[in-house]
């Protein structure tokens, strides 16, 4: 089930010098909040937020360490609906921290049984009762990938369908579906050609075809790293040249325009398309996504590190 997987949310530490949040944290004044458990406030923030908005609140707030303090006691406040989203999310966190980012062959018994327990923890309070369709919507989202994790494909779509019947168009629950569909979890490349081929909204199709692109690439490199360019670039010029040939969507900070311009810059580096890359590296403007990054072992934490990059030769084809 988890053969060549790379965690989204590696233990690495990467993940807590990430502002997951694109800059909502610091635009809505959200730190202090937290800090301070003001839940009630953060949760009447959280009902005039945006869909969109309210996963990248989460983010911010769940997938770090830097808020264990304030979010372990919500444990206690369980009948609130709110309180029930941050910490599912958190426990979902949680749950990749335990196993690790290694690879299956090298994740220990112990690394195991404390994903599975997160994992279990964090399905009981993002399948539960929500009254509020954005929180429901947003924790069927979450729950995806819990029970990705948990090796129950059918839970996991009756949980896309009913985020998607909240938000048609909610990030994370395509995003989710992408990585159930993928070769490194449940599915097939003819599976993920199929979901993405299917997905209505123009936006959402463009940026999972960059990602499936990378997603190719990351295949090939993983099986061997000094002829993935010259094995996956004959299998995918074509498509690569179809997806490139369209306008990009322009950056903002919604999470499908974010994710689509960090693929979108790593496949114009695989391209060889160096000015290109840098420009959309530029304009993203420090909003780098794990994915597809961590892939590569490239930390978008390090401003150095990025300028390296950015100063590095595009790949050749």
Not at 4 to 23: N, Q
Not at 41 to 53: G, T, V
Not at 196 to 208: C, F, N
Not at 277 to 285: D, P
């Amino acid at each position: 089930m988890f053969s060549r997987i790379l965690s989204l949310f590696s233990s690495s530490g990467a993940g807590a010098a990430r502002d997951l949040s694109f800059g909502l944290l610091n635009a809505r004044q959200v730190v202090p909040l937290v800090k301070d458990e003001k839940w009630e406030q953060l949760e009447q923030l959280a009902r005039a937020l945006s869909s969109d908005e309210l996963s990248r609140l989460l983010d911010g707030i769940c997938l770090t360490d830097r808020f264990n303090k304030q979010i372990l006691p919500l444990g206690k406040q369980k009948e609130q609906e709110f309180a029930r989203l941050v910490l599912g999310a958190w426990h979902l966190y949680q749950a990749w921290q335990a196993r690790s980012g290694l690879l299956a062959k090298d994740v220990s018994k112990s690394q195991m049984e404390g994903f599975e327990h997160y994992l279990l923890l964090a399905r009981v309070l993002l399948g539960g009762t929500f009254a509020t369709p954005a929180f429901l919507g947003e924790a069927r989202a979450r729950l995806i990938r819990v029970e990705m994790g948990l090796n129950e494909p059918d839970r996991a779509m009756a949980a896309f369908h009913q985020s998607v019947a909240v938000d048609a168009r909610k990030f994370w629950a395509h995003h989710h579906v992408f990585k159930l569909s993928s070769p490194k979890w449940l599915g097939s490349e003819e599976e993920l050609v199929g979901y993405i081929q299917s997905v209505q909204d123009g936006a959402l199709r463009y940026a999972l075809w960059l990602m499936f692109l990378v997603e190719m690439y990351s295949d090939a490199n993983l099986e061997d790293e000094s002829s993935a360019l010259q094995r996956w670039h004959p299998m995918y010029e074509s498509l690569l040249k179809e997806v490139l040939a369209q306008p990009p969507l322009p950056v903002d900070g919604t999470l499908v325009s974010i994710y689509a311009n960090n693929n979108l810059a790593y496949l114009y580096h695989l391209a060889g398309e160096r000015e290109k890359r840098n420009s959309t590296l530029t304009a993203l403007n420090g909003h780098y996504s794990p994915y597809p990054w961590d892939y590569f072992g490239i930390d978008t934490s390090s401003a150095a590190a990025m300028k390296a990059f950015q100063s590095s030769l595009a790949c050749r084809p």
